[in-house]
């Protein structure tokens, strides 16, 4: 009897059903509706699937006279190969899974008597899910129409093997994740949002497993928020693409190839596609790639980090108009490998930029194309970033092309010990700036190999700006700077110094002109042991207000050369300062030197400032002489201050601002300082031959004192004007220590 009654139920039940979707209140022309191929494990098995052009109901106003199934998997026993899945009412479910099959779900409430919108809700939503009666990996295809969905966690191609296709589609479609979504979890994921569509969840995950292919492309329109974070490939494939006016919105941070072996890739292309996040990691600790082009945005409110950490890679490539904005930092190969492009009118915006940061960081930025500009400043006058560094600690390449441009208020190339870097400016147009914009007294900085080893090569008509600059001025530093090439030129506003000052100095630096560029200074050039400037025939380099002329260094009032190093080249002085030393040393010359006028100044100390001169030396303007230290000079004492192949002319005035009397004597090719003898009396004004601490105690007794004071001395009056004064007392210490 039990038995019977059993086989009765299962009779009745499918009949009742049947029934209840006969009475479904659809167009005059609908196709037979029927349920086919799911199963809530309590009800409803077994029934066939419908033919082709046939079409399943879901939906409690729609179809069930009794409560709607809690479970419901599609395409369980055989895929659905008939017409739409129609949603007509509000569906209420805990899982519902579209396990193999093409479905569609259409929210428009056709089937509703007196209208209203058919919506899901529940707990897990599956596209392409392990069958549930066979246990074998199911494929699907889901189409989403005017329908609201609201779920807690979704999943994609969830389980291994399955694979899974979700499209979105129109302005009325919304699908939302109170939780998590992944999207290519141990399957592969598809998921498209398009003319409208939006979606919504606090974090994404696409392809979260080995060999898994996740993706979500949006187009025209479409939306994608989300609330935490997006992980790109975080161990296989995982692709976002925003085309054609989309839009995704990241509250949180983006990681693209977050683990070793992931692959992230990020495309935003097209007028008005846009996607905006925290901070971005492109190639985490796997690798990650981004293309934006043909006008799209991607605006950052912190950072973006190219090749994050060890092992990593990364690559971003922006073209056709399209924009980069970083809130804060832009790093590119931070501590692995990674590159940023830019070409075709592109824009790069960020408050600092490092290329090669950390390390074990290897980094390349490359601007191509006129209209290509990369600006590295801050927009808050008083905050002090605006730096851009190529081989921080890592090493680090720029190279600017074809008419683009790059501007920093600090340009640093191979700025720490294990920095290396590289900066290439080449073809006409090309442009890169060190300007400071906030005003004052503030004064932009190039520096070529400040503890590190920098190059930068200006070529073929490209330029380098600067308020002023260096090259190897540290202990450690090597610098390079060379301009070469029609149009070529370095404007620096105020000084540049090439190699470390200083008599220690241990930084190395090399200005090189050739073939035609022009480097030009507006304040002095300073030279630091063991550097060297290069001016070849067709080459030339300015100081201060001066013309340029082919295959000379031309020092022009208000300019200099000042310093230790080697000139390669023909050096005029028309009207600037030059000095040798650093107090006192040798400025060496490899060409010609001529002075027609301006001053030459020279210290005196233990041994006197030299230029040595492999040419012939020109004389004129002003010779003046200092002290660099105490100094005891006796009649006859010769100092050195030109030597030179040939000599002609002399210097134009004297300023000797020693206590002695120096005669300038010019034999051969050698300038020199003659001390000559004093008709005033030896500032001896103990009378025991020696001038010493009594001579100075006793000038200092009556020191201020004039003939006819009651305390007068007339010894200590040694330049015999009738008082005892400060230029007695400079004539004692001036000779300090010598016999009379």
Known sequence: MHRNACLLSLLITPMLLAESIQRWEGPANAPETVVAGWHDDRNWRNFTAPVAGNSALLGWDASFNTDPP??????????????????????????????????????????????????????????????????????????????????????????????????????????????????????????????????????????????????????SGSFVGLGEHLNLGVRGLGVLEIHSGASLMNQGWTRAGDWPGGHGRIVVSGSGSTMDTTWLELGAQGTGSLNVGDGGELHLSEFLSVAAFQGSLGDAYLSDNSTLTVGTGLIVGRNGSGSLA???????????????DLADGWGSLGLVGNGTILTVADDDPTHPSGELSIGRLGNGSLNVADGAEATARYVNVGAFSSGDGTVVVGGPGSLLRAIDDRGGTACAELSIGRNGTGRCDILAGGAVTACFGNAGIFNGGEGHLLISGSGSQCVIDQSFTVGAPGPNGGGLGTVEARESGHMSIGGGLWLGNGSEVTVDASASITTGDASFQAGQLVVGPGGGLFGVGKVSGDVAVDGGYVAPGYPIGDLEIS???????????????????????????????????????????????????????TVSGTFDSLLDLTPYELDIVIAGGTVKLVARASDLPCPDATGDGLVGLDDLAAILAVFGTASGDANWDATADIDQDGAVGLSDLASLIAVFGSTC
């Open 70 to 219: 809690t479970y419901v998997y599609l395409g369980d026993y055989r895929p659905l190969s008939g017409g739409p899945v129609i949603a007509g009412g509000p569906v209420s479910l805990i899982d519902l899974k579209f396990e193999s099959g093409a479905f569609v779900v259409d929210g428009r409430s056709f089937n509703v008597v007196g209208g209203g919108s058919g919506s899901l809700a529940g707990s897990f939503f599956g596209v392409g899910q392990t069958l549930t009666s066979t246990g074998l990996p199911g494929s699907a295809d889901l189409r989403l129409v005017h329908t609201p969905i609201h779920f807690g966690i979704g999943g994609i191609g969830s389980q291994p093997g399955t694979s899974g296709t979700l499209l979105l589609d129109g302005v009325e479609t919304t699908l939302d994740f109170a939780n998590h979504v992944v999207v290519g979890n141990q399957g592969d994921g598809e998921v498209h949002v398009v003319d409208g569509a939006a979606m919504t969840a606090p974090w994404l995950h696409l392809a979260e497993f080995d060999q898994t292919l996740g993706s979500v492309q949006l187009h």
């Open 591 to 645: 060409g010609d030197l001529s002075m027609v006028g301006g001053t030459f100044g020279v210290e005196l100390g233990a041994g006197s400032d030299r230029i040595l001169v492999s040419g012939h030396a020109q004389l004129g303007g002003t010779l003046r002489v200092d002290l660099a230290g105490d100094l005891n000079v006796r009649t006859g004492d010769e100092f050195v201050v030109v030597s030179a192949t």
């Open 342 to 356: 830019a070409d075709d009118g592109s824009s790069v915006r960020a408050k600092f930029c490092f290329v090669g």
